[in-house]
């Protein structure tokens, strides 16, 4: 059995060490603490950009925020102001926006920091929770990618499906909060003296003082000086948010790299009058070159399982764009890709990958199982040239690190070469470089390379148990069965 390497060890030490069991409560705030930002300020970007947001609703909005901000109104009347020009909207006009915002902004902005802390708390049996001033409107996405069940929001009054413009008291907000986590406490059987809060800010604080375990998580200034009179420890993560120059300035040299790499690998094929030597070269300097400039730290588990029987179909779990650098990185030479037809046209990337031998698919014009056979082709003879093949079965990367459904294409590959399958387990890439990001996080990538499965027995009606069997592998190791 492989030993799964754990990247926030550190971070979840006092979790893992500490009692189990549902008696223990972790509550979570959401802003700043799960994630690296205000829900609200992108939720309100979306209305207005979208042409939903009424000039009433506006005024509303910029009147009751400048007012809260100074201080002239609390957070209930902040609520009410906002809440009365909802009054005759459908509650479903706002759970679209919700989903729609969480999906185009804000599931990358998750501390993956913070994702390890929930995770760690739900391995103990804990009662997780998040407590939040916002609306559900806005938390449930979130408690739903992290698998929460438990969520204590403010909630706004809706009869027959639209909203009445009333807010429901108490909000979620203050002594609120401490309210929610006593009812929380009491309906799962939790101890708030055993119990863990995590949040960024002192209006918290009721809270914070109810747990037995504050954990202020990015504070501002007024909680870090709290936890520091009251010896609170303090974590703060930088993974997320806003990226720094120096991250700008990495993401570049490793967008850069490719020339050099290119160039390195010319010579390479001339000196030795080989184009395959060149690509490998090529190939070799590129990710090594790409990867440390951006900051990128890649450890492999199991390293030698991929070099035990060559050719063979690397498959991987496909979640960002660094992920075929990183398969260069671990497959190292003899190796191309399979990639949709989309990518062979853009201008920077298709006419390097089509140099590299990548084999793109148009994926609309497979309609049956013979075009599928004629498609994958050309793989099959890159396979039985002694070339492998890296291709990701999920199809498309996902915004999550949830592990999608397998398409059959690469082990229908794998059984007409008559060559292995070699799983390939990528864990934290988003940490680094997220679906739709522009800039590279320097992070700590872990890879697990299983043993190369033989596919010589395998037969078409058997191949879906074996695909099967495959896919639960990589679900035991992503801690997703």
Known sequence: MLRVMALYDRLTKEIRQGPTGSKVGAFFDLDQTILAGFSATSFMRERLLSG??????????????????????????????????????????????????????????????????????????????????????????????????????????????????????PTCYGEGKAIAARQVAEQEGADLDESY?????????????????????????????????????????????TPSLGDVIRTGLSYASVGPALGAGIIAGLVNGSYREGLNVSGAVWSNLATSLAGIDLRVEGEENAWTQRPAVFIFNHQSALDPILMLKIVRRDMTGVGKMEIKNDPVMGPILAAAGVVFIDRAGITNASAAREALAPAVRALKQGRSIS??????????????????????????????????VFRNVLDAFPKNAQVVRPA??????????????????????????IRKNYLEILHQD
């Open 52 to 169: 939903r947001m009424s000039p009433k609703e506006m005024a509303g909005t910029f009147l009751g925020t400048l007012s809260f901000g100074m201080g002239r109104t609390g957070f209930s009347a902040l609520m009410s102001g906002m809440t009365a020009t909802y009054r005759g909207l459908a509650e479903s006009t706002l759970e679209e926006v919700g989903e729609e915002v969480f999906a185009k902004h804000l599931i990358r902005q998750i501390y993956p920091e913070s994702r390890a802390l929930v995770e760690a708390h739900q391995r103990a049996g804990h009662t997780v929770a998040i407590i939040s001033s916002a609306t559900r409107y806005q938390v449930a996405p979130f408690a739903r990618e992290l698998g929460i069940d438990l969520v204590m929001n403010t909630e706004l009054e809706v009869k027959d499906g639209v909203f009445t413009g009333e807010v429901v008291h």
């Open 197 to 241: 809060f995590y949040s960024d800010s002192h209006e918290d604080i009721q809270l914070l003082e109810a747990v037995g375990r504050p954990r202020p998580l990015n504070p501002n200034r007024q909680l870090a000086q709290i936890a520091k009179e009251r010896n609170w420890p303090v974590r703060r993560f930088r993974s997320r948010g």
């Open 391 to 424: 291709i990701a079965p999920e199809g498309t990367r996902s915004t999550t690190a949830k592990l999608g459904a397998f398409k059959k294409g690469a082990f229908h590959l794998a059984m007409q070469a008559d060559v292995p399958i070699v799983p390939i």
């Open 444 to 469: 700590t990538i872990e890879a697990i390379v299983l043993p190369p499965i033989d596919t010589s027995e395998w037969t078409l009606d058997t191949l879906e148990d074996e695909i099967e069997t």
